[in-house]
């Protein structure tokens, strides 16, 4: 098969002068300078943004502010209405967004139809929901009467205000959603920093957003570099930030919010997530679950496993079926439908994955299957199986968020768990087994903020997720979120 043809509109946007969104509409930025979007399968240059200034940057905060007194005020059903609106519209230009997103991040195109926008609009189906059903309490007070007087107490849930949502590369759309919906349904404004690598999809919900109803300055998008998100986040203006990235960059970003005046933050981060299988699972099934778990999207998910746990006496033929599964892989343009297995987002994440086969190879590692980068105009890395020498080694413990499965066998249930935990990360993890009592037994003594019996990597919108340990702060989805966005005000009455 070849590459599918890209519709009018999506060439049309992509030779568009990509303004800042800001109140509404496109502005230009008060900047000159611009960074480059770069198509990972071909290595061109697909379009330009503005790298926003402190003035834009001032812009956007006056207009989340104004947006938020207006949103803030706007009927509960309203806010849920204009949501569904704008899921509806995701679903009708279903295949320009994701044709825009797999130019944009080399995401095969099946994926960016099923998750980047089909995920998406039921994600915002399922916060449209929690609309009209954030309440508080009502308290009956233990206190003393002297006088014959009463006393009574409830609580409010109320919008923190204006949020600041870093989004990062890898599911630049679906992420955008989560912190976009969170945000809106509670009442607050958001300002929408995308990642440099990936900001063009955001840019076309955001005109889909006011098609839907939302008023000027509710959602603003200002496209930059690093310094443009610390710039938000610092802003006297802003309120909360929502981050999703790596383990380095959010330690910076909530100490970055902690000294602005304890800008509150949610902070959903890496890790170096683990898989764990008990020897009664086939390997056949193994094999599945390994590839589920650790190459969707060539392993550039944070919630993806990189540490495989698998008992000594299945190691050698679940690799090994594992290499041929691998090797028969169809790794081509991320625009043919028939490919299964695409590029990493951009360069520099390339040369990243090139270092760590350096690494391993400078610690005997066995090199199963893969290890190299693929020549070419385009960011290919080999899907690739190590075999680490111990609990020590580099590949253990350090986040490579891409197709790199790491293994090292395990001889009990005692050390399984043990090797799972050995991380200062808890992010995700996933054990498989045919033994449902044993899983159970075993989930509460591992170390993580989601666990996944025989499953990995797939996401509901009804169950809370985060990280413990290094791994975040703070939980998306459920009814978790809510604590997130809102601020908790007690009124008592005397009477």
Same mark, same amino acid.
């Given at each position: 098969?070849?590459?599918?043809?890209?519709?009018?509109?999506?060439?049309?946007?992509?030779?568009?002068?990509?303004?800042?969104?800001?109140?509404?509409?496109?502005?230009?930025?008060?900047?000159?300078?611009?960074?480059?979007?770069?198509?990972?399968?071909?290595?061109?240059?697909?379009?330009?943004?503005?790298?926003?200034?402190?003035?834009?940057?001032?812009?956007?905060?006056?207009?989340?502010?104004?947006?938020?007194?207006?949103?803030?005020?706007?009927?509960?059903?309203?806010?849920?209405?204009?949501?569904?609106?704008?899921?509806?519209?995701?679903?009708?230009?279903?295949?320009?967004?994701?044709?825009?997103?797999?130019?944009?991040?080399?995401?095969?195109?099946?994926?960016?139809?099923?998750?980047?926008?089909?995920?998406?609009?039921?994600?915002?189906?399922?916060?449209?929901?929690?609309?009209?059903?954030?309440?508080?309490?009502?308290?009956?007070?233990?206190?003393?009467?002297?006088?014959?007087?009463?006393?009574?107490?409830?609580?409010?849930?109320?919008?923190?205000?204006?949020?600041?949502?870093?989004?990062?590369?890898?599911?630049?759309?679906?992420?955008?959603?989560?912190?976009?919906?969170?945000?809106?349904?509670?009442?607050?404004?958001?300002?929408?920093?995308?990642?440099?690598?990936?900001?063009?999809?955001?840019?076309?919900?955001?005109?889909?957003?006011?098609?839907?109803?939302?008023?000027?300055?509710?959602?603003?998008?200002?496209?930059?570099?690093?310094?443009?998100?610390?710039?938000?986040?610092?802003?006297?203006?802003?309120?909360?930030?929502?981050?999703?990235?790596?383990?380095?960059?959010?330690?910076?970003?909530?100490?970055?919010?902690?000294?602005?005046?304890?800008?509150?933050?949610?902070?959903?981060?890496?890790?170096?997530?683990?898989?764990?299988?008990?020897?009664?699972?086939?390997?056949?099934?193994?094999?599945?679950?390994?590839?589920?778990?650790?190459?969707?999207?060539?392993?550039?998910?944070?919630?993806?496993?990189?540490?495989?746990?698998?008992?000594?006496?299945?190691?050698?033929?679940?690799?090994?079926?594992?290499?041929?599964?691998?090797?028969?892989?169809?790794? +081509?343009?991320?625009?043919?439908?028939?490919?299964?297995?695409?590029?990493?987002?951009?360069?520099?994440?390339?040369?990243?994955?090139?270092?760590?086969?350096?690494?391993?190879?400078?610690?005997?590692?066995?090199?199963?299957?893969?290890?190299?980068?693929?020549?070419?105009?385009?960011?290919?890395?080999?899907?690739?199986?190590?075999?680490?020498?111990?609990?020590?080694?580099?590949?253990?413990?350090?986040?490579?968020?891409?197709?790199?499965?790491?293994?090292?066998?395990?001889?009990?249930?005692?050390?399984?768990?043990?090797?799972?935990?050995?991380?200062?990360?808890?992010?995700?993890?996933?054990?498989?087994?045919?033994?449902?009592?044993?899983?159970?037994?075993?989930?509460?003594?591992?170390?993580?903020?989601?666990?996944?019996?025989?499953?990995?990597?797939?996401?509901?919108?009804?169950?809370?997720?985060? +990280?413990?340990?290094?791994?975040?702060?703070?939980?998306?989805?459920?009814?978790?979120?809510?604590?997130?966005?809102?601020?908790?005000?007690?009124?008592?009455?005397?009477?």
């Amino acid at each position: 098969m070849s590459d599918i043809a890209l519709l009018p509109q999506v060439e049309a946007f992509l030779a568009r002068h990509h303004a800042l969104f800001i109140d509404g509409r496109y502005v230009q930025s008060q900047s000159a300078q611009t960074l480059d979007v770069v198509n990972p399968a071909t290595g061109q240059v697909i379009a330009q943004v503005s790298e926003a200034s402190p003035g834009d940057i001032d812009a956007a905060v006056e207009s989340a502010r104004r947006g938020f007194k207006q949103w803030s005020a706007a009927a509960p059903a309203v806010r849920g209405h204009v949501l569904l609106k704008l899921a509806d519209l995701l679903e009708r230009h279903r295949e320009e967004l994701a044709q825009i997103e797999t130019c944009q991040s080399g995401k095969i195109i099946q994926i960016s139809r099923a998750f980047e926008v089909d995920q998406a609009a039921h994600f915002l189906r399922y916060y449209a929901g929690w609309a009209t059903k954030i309440s508080g309490q009502t308290i009956t007070p233990s206190l003393p009467s002297f006088a014959g007087e009463r006393y009574t107490a409830f609580t409010l849930r109320e919008p923190v205000g204006v949020v600041v949502g870093i989004v990062p590369w890898n599911f630049s759309t679906m992420i955008a959603i989560w912190k976009l919906a969170s945000a809106l349904v509670t009442g607050c404004s958001i300002i929408i920093k995308p990642s440099e690598f990936t900001p063009l999809t955001i840019l076309r919900i955001a005109e889909l957003a006011m098609d839907a109803g939302l008023p000027p300055g509710a959602l603003n998008v200002v496209t930059g570099g690093s310094q443009v998100g610390k710039g938000l986040i610092e802003h006297p203006g802003t309120n909360k930030v929502s981050f999703t990235g790596s383990v380095p960059t959010g330690l910076a970003v909530g100490q970055s919010a902690m000294g602005a005046g304890l800008t509150r933050a949610t902070l959903e981060l890496g890790g170096k997530n683990a898989a764990g299988f008990l020897p009664d699972v086939a390997a056949d099934v193994a094999v599945n679950g390994i590839i589920e778990a650790g190459f969707l999207h060539s392993g550039q998910i944070c919630a993806a496993a990189e540490r495989f746990f698998v008992h000594r006496s299945q190691l050698e033929p679940i690799m090994d079926k594992l290499a041929q599964r691998l090797s028969k892989l169809n790794i +081509g343009s991320p625009l043919d439908e028939a490919t299964e297995f695409g590029p990493v987002t951009n360069r520099q994440h390339q040369r990243k994955l090139g270092e760590f086969f350096a690494k391993a190879r400078a610690q005997d590692n066995t090199i199963i299957h893969g290890g190299k980068l693929i020549d070419g105009p385009g960011c290919y890395v080999e899907p690739t199986i190590i075999l680490a020498n111990s609990r020590s080694d580099t590949l253990l413990h350090e986040e490579t968020f891409g197709p790199i499965a790491t293994f090292l066998p395990y001889d009990s249930e005692e050390e399984l768990l043990e090797l799972m935990n050995d991380t200062p990360f808890g992010l995700s993890a996933s054990l498989w087994t045919n033994d449902l009592g044993k899983a159970l037994r075993m989930v509460p003594a591992i170390e993580a903020g989601t666990v996944w019996v025989n499953m990995h990597t797939l996401l509901d919108p009804a169950v809370p997720f985060g +990280g413990s340990k290094s791994s975040g702060m703070g939980r998306e989805f459920g009814s978790a979120f809510i604590d997130d966005y809102t601020e908790l005000k007690s009124v008592m009455i005397r009477y």
